[in-house]
């Protein structure tokens, strides 16, 4: 028997194993159309290979696949590698809070996915549809490609579009992926400009890879995200207001979904700042978040909110008659 059949068979036990908790020798023979002898052999050449195999003996005993130290490869038929696929994809769209881990693995398997199965996932993706608002627009593709290239340490040439200008052409050592809100950003070194830059996602279009690899420039995670909220609320917002909040700190930041800067007072009540372009939209999130709030600085904020609380009042037709007394 040669080195090739022994590795098939190798393969096809490891995907049994994965199958089903437990196997007699017996029914793995009968599978793999071998001797309960080659069994244990096989079995002994998975366990040298990392895969914790757990033998018990006896007429009931048998083996099982269990949990080791270590993460071994997978094996996956052609359903649960779409499945998986889309899975990953989808946590990546609704923000868990492991949308950059999602991104990462599923950058690994599109990359060994045949063909015939990208194409499938590629078929439920577009044959899916979310309500609008429900959550936010996410192009996979695009996500993944720039993942793949984190990973990789490859460097990432794409189009990038600003408001009110074209596309011009940008080449990076992408590092970091960070998502905010509905929002993705990439974190990159721009090699035209020999600095630090912050894309957004959404208004990249990737290019073809580019095979040229490159060192990282280690950016710790948390440092990666301040450095990113700090450019964009730096380049974005023009108006600035301050905002006192009657709930705790930690429940404001778990709510956050636009900039903020947050300083605890005590512990029911924080301090928020803010950096906006558009008052009436940060008005309208901090209604939102179903808290007693008071606006300490600003007065674009506090015009919005006597705004959005007339459109309130009109919608219950009292606009112009008196306002209800507090009981």
């Not at 080659?38 to 757990?54: C, H, W």
Request: net charge positive.
């Amino acid at each position: 028997m040669n080195m090739l059949e022994t590795s098939a068979r190798l393969l096809e036990l490891l995907s049994l194993l994965q199958l089903r908790r437990d196997w007699t020798s017996s029914q793995l023979a009968g599978r793999l159309g071998v001797s309960t002898r080659t069994v244990r052999a096989d079995i002994g050449k998975l366990r040298s290979l990392g895969y914790p195999v757990d033998a018990r003996p006896g007429v009931a005993g048998g083996y099982r696949l269990v949990a080791g130290t270590a993460m071994p490869p997978l094996l996956l038929d052609d359903e649960e590698a779409v499945a998986v696929a889309v899975g990953l994809g989808a946590v990546a769209a609704r923000g868990l809070g492991v949308e950059e881990t999602s991104l990462t693995a599923l950058a690994k398997l599109e990359q060994v996915l045949p063909s015939r199965l990208r194409r499938r996932v590629e078929a439920v993706r577009e044959a899916t549809s979310a309500v609008s608002g429900a959550e936010p627009p996410l192009d996979l593709s695009v996500l993944g490609t720039v993942a793949a290239a984190i990973r990789g340490h490859e460097r990432l040439r794409f189009g990038y579009t600003k408001p009110g200008s074209g596309e011009a052409a940008r080449h990076t050592e992408p590092q970091r992926l960070v998502s905010w809100g509905p929002l993705w950003y990439l974190l990159a070194w721009d090699l035209d400009r020999a600095d630090w830059r912050v894309f957004r996602v959404d208004r990249m279009v990737p290019h073809g890879p580019t095979g040229a690899r490159f060192r990282p420039r280690v950016i710790p995670a948390a440092e990666a995200v301040e450095y990113v909220v700090g450019r964009v609320t730096r380049g974005a917002a023009t108006k600035r207001a301050q905002v006192l909040v009657h709930a705790p700190a930690a429940e404001i930041a778990a709510k956050a979904s636009v900039p903020v800067d947050i300083e605890v007072v005590d512990g029911a009540t924080c301090r928020v700042g803010l950096r906006f372009d558009d008052p009436d939209q940060i008005a309208l999130w901090m209604a939102q978040l179903d808290v007693d709030i008071e606006v300490i600085e600003g007065r674009e904020l506090a015009t919005a909110f006597d705004r959005l609380a007339t459109r309130f009042r009109r919608a219950t037709g009292s606009a112009s008659g008196p306002r209800a007394s507090s009981l």
